[in-house]
């Protein structure tokens, strides 16, 4: 276990480097002068000055050639300096640093609160196939994860504005048990439970008229038995990818969710850097992203052992 | 930063809009009622700010600078001038030397009394590039010796001398009879210099903070920026030299998106927004909020001289005669407050009052088109906006290209909201730039110097490096005449006109500075630097 997972963290190195390298490249080459799009940008009343653009650009150290730049930028970055902004002169590392833990215990609670509601309404929806229970369970899924969260929040938002008392509005970030973030995690749980959903009910489907499983009633063991040991573990193993899926775009992406609720996540940070070529920035969450794919491919790998015992005996094979 | 819906089908604002009035309906009246906190003042922020430094000349914080820290003068929301941390000042004869009295009781919020030492070293590290204050040109760009601090060259302005602790003296390049009004704002904030620099005398990181030992010169002072939440509360300052605040406490809270926004003021959970910009703002918010002085600041779109096709002065006068601007107002500004721009002068003493619009002549366009080096429609490249980057300025645009369509068979026009949206190499082929031109000096020389000389950065960017050597000329004649001599703005009116007939800029509208308050919020009159003028005297409720 322990020699998978160090060969696994070794092949990380070169595949970041990479994805930083393509990235670096991109902004160097196809966006344009950060500096002068940020003089290019501002409103009309701020100079434009190339002796001063020289300067700025000169102090960021810019005006070196793509390979020094991008070879002291990973020099650095291995020793923990991730820069600074371009835009606000201030440590990326502490900005990423305020930024990561929102959007990671936002994405972990979706993902919990997801697995607790959808796996079972999923597995009652495939006991019950075709049944009432499993057409509700289906449609309400499918009406759910249709409705996009840029139009949930807000509606939500303003709604409960209308409705609260006055000093209630439920804005900001309070921590992950703070009463404000239910709404947030209820918007960012819809979607992933209607995937879930769905995914854990043909999953279930497929595996409920196995062999084993007849064997397991055939036995006269009870149905909850049946369904929890022995359908549970091959069901999961597709959810478990699924979810992991799920989690990336939940961390990296929630954007319109931060905005609505006003959630100072890695989404948000994400766009704004963007939309300001705030290159340092960019790589951070660019690299901070590309981590979390392998990180949560490393866990998703590791779990599928522990869930189903063929995967485990398959790796020892090779 | 948060996306608008572009008006296609059912907009997300008519979904929240629906859905707000069927459980507003659904309310008991008593929660919907004005919810006013006497005594507080709410702020909805724009954004969750992560630099609340108030030596950046800009940014979304740079609204509510008056709060904390004193100017050395204020314009009032009429354009008048008034003393503050400068209580009198005073020019030589040729206006190369001015001098300036600091109030004798003027203070920090630590007690310590604000010098002259401080002006000068305040002003030395806004100048400085490290510093990165994006308008401290607008201010200081006449002092002796500015040039060689800001570029890194110097640390110290050799202009600014300490004639005592209560007096300076600052020396200029040339004669500026107005350099007086180029201070009165915001832009370079005195700051107790010995706690912000660092021992290589650059702004500490994050010195704003109040956990940091921050000390302002204003009425307020902050005592919370949470850089997670983002919320800002500010209490006053007790040892304020001025009349002591009617507030007890001002809270500022980001909330990004209008809609939510929009519903939050209306509920009264808040008072007043740092810049509000939404489609019917004044069906949304009433008159009042959106409603305030006319400033010298216009939205207009401007053409390369450098780019083909509108390197082609007829092609460019084509493109402006052939747009019906009366109908680009009604699509875009309604019935206001915003009022539809003929020229590029606006609330200042130098708007002229004969200026020829340019007519709408779809006609004459055609004609111009055709004898232009292009010769026929199909014969131009692509013509590429860009600043195209809120729903009113998609509104105009659009209106802009269909104009164009139909007056000029002109069908092949993008639209961007910045330049690097643009691929590399096109990014130096875009022809029109959506712009706002401005000044915070209500002189109509400063306003042409900024917007139509050659050297401006509107000039050189926007209008692809356009030099008119007699406007250049006739400005740089007036900005030598003091504000008294009619003179100062007839030669404006008349580099203005020469202007018009080069063609270079489709007129919009003229901005007004939004009150972006409640009406139960008093005494919130804005200036021209956006701030509010005198903020001691705000009051909320009753």
Known sequence: MLLFVARRVLVWIPSLLLILFVVYALAFYGAGDPIKLIFLKAPGDVAYNEARIEAVREAAGLDRPFIAQ???YVGNLLQGDWGNSLITGQPVWRTIAAAAPVSGQLG???????????????????????????????????????????????????????????????????????????????VLCMAPVSIIVRQTRAAVIEVMNDDFIRTARAKGLPERIVVLRHMMRPVLT??????????????????????????????RLAVQSTVDNDYPVILAVTLIGAALVMLSNLVVDLAYPLLDPRAHAARSDR | MAQEDSGRGLSRRSFVKLAAAVAGAALPLGWQQALAEEGVLKIVHLTLNPDWSPLRGGGSHYNWQSLIWASPMYFDPEGNIHPYLFTSWQPNEDWTVWTFDIHPDAVFSDGTPITAAHVKGSWELNARPSTRNQRIDLVLSSVAGFSDVHTGGARELSG??????????????????IFDLKIANQLAPIVKVEDVVDENGDAKEEWWQPANGLVVSGPFRPTLVDMTTGQVEYEPNPLFFGPAPALTRVELMPIEDTVVAVAALQKGEFD???????????????????????????????????TAPTDDPKVREALILAIDREGLKTVTIGDGPSKKAEQVLNAVSGVDPDFEPYPFDPERARQLLAESSYGAPENLPSLMMVGISAPEFEAAAQYIAEQWRQNLGIDSVQMKPQIDAYS??????????????????????????????????????????????????LLEEASMLPPSDPRRDELAREAQRLFRNDYVFIPWYHEVVPKSAMPRVHNFGRSLDLNVSEPWKITVGG
């Open chain 2, 160 to 177: 600014v001398r300490i004639v005592n602790d209560k007096q300076i003296e600052v020396t200029l390049e040339g004669p500026d009879p």
């Open chain 1, 238 to 267: 597709p959810v478990v990818t699924q979810l992991g899926i799920i989690m990336i775009s939940l961390v990296n992406g929630a954007i319109f969710v931060e905005l609505v609720f006003g959630l100072p996540g890695l989404g």
């Open chain 2, 424 to 473: 590399g190499p096109d990014q130096g082929n875009v022809q029109i730039f959506r712009d706002d031109v401005a000044t915070r000096v209500p002189d109509a020389v400063v306003y042409l110097m900024a917007s139509i000389h050659s050297q401006s950065s509107n000039a050189q960017n926007k209008m692809g490096g356009y030099r008119n050597e007699k406007v250049d000329a």
């Open chain 2, 272 to 306: 007043a927004h740092t810049e509000l910009r939404v489609p019917n703002l004044i069906e949304q918010l009433g008159e009042e909020f959106a409603s305030g002085p006319e400033i010298p600041k216009g939205q207009h779109f401007w053409l390369s001289t450098r």
């Open chain 1, 70 to 72: 991008f070879a002291s």
């Open chain 1, 108 to 186: 972990l609670a979706t993902i919990i609160l997801t697995t607790l509601i959808a796996i079972p309404l999923g597995v009652i929806a495939a006991l019950n196939q075709n049944g009432k229970l499993d057409y509700i369970t289906l449609g309400a899924a499918l009406a759910v994860g249709a409705i996009p969260p840029y139009v949930v929040g807000p509606i939500l938002m303003v709604s409960l504005i209308l409705l609260l008392p006055p000093g209630s509005i439920p804005y900001g970030w309070g921590g992950i048990f703070d009463v404000r973030v239910i709404l947030p995690l209820l």
